[in-house]
């Protein structure tokens, strides 16, 4: 048997949970990020390595589907419902746009970084 058989299971759901609340994915009390995006390389908490995680682009690709899909037919629904003026349009929807963008992308890091903690990507799974 390997090491990871051996090692303890990790519950993927609360792991991507604290994840999106930006905290740790072991301990889930200890701040994930450091800044806006920026990830600490231990938990201050319970001293779990960060450090290895590979978000990279993942969730500004996952942040631009979810705002696109959500916003999209919402402005359809506007357009057609009231239809207010172009400069209107822009003014709302580009204010959410962002606002939304804004919200979801830390969240959307954190909750990616749970997932690769639980499933022992990137060198998460390294015992001792």
């Given at each position: 048997m390997t090491d990871v058989t051996l090692a303890e299971e990790r519950p993927t759901k609360p792991a991507i949970l604290r994840g999106w609340r930006r905290k740790c994915p072991n301990c889930g009390t200890g701040p994930m990020l450091k800044s806006y995006l920026k990830v600490?390389?231990?938990?201050?908490?319970?001293r779990e390595e960060l450090h290895h995680h590979r978000a990279d682009d993942g969730p500004a690709y996952?942040?631009?589907?979810?705002?696109?899909?959500?916003?999209?037919?919402?402005?359809?629904?506007?357009?057609?419902?009231?239809?207010?003026?172009?400069?209107?349009?822009?003014?709302?929807f580009g204010v959410g746009?962002?606002?939304?963008?804004?919200?979801?992308?830390?969240?959307?890091?954190?909750?990616?970084?749970?997932?690769?903690?639980?499933?022992?990507?990137?060198?998460?799974?390294?015992?001792?």
């Open positions: 600490r390389d231990t938990c201050p908490v319970c996952l942040t631009i589907l979810v705002v696109g899909h959500l916003l999209a037919p919402l402005l359809h629904v506007v357009f057609e419902t009231w239809r207010p003026s172009p400069i209107v349009m822009i003014e709302i746009t962002v606002v939304l963008s804004l919200y979801l992308l830390p969240r959307l890091k954190g909750a990616m970084i749970g997932y690769q903690w639980a499933r022992r990507m990137y060198g998460f799974g390294k015992t001792g």
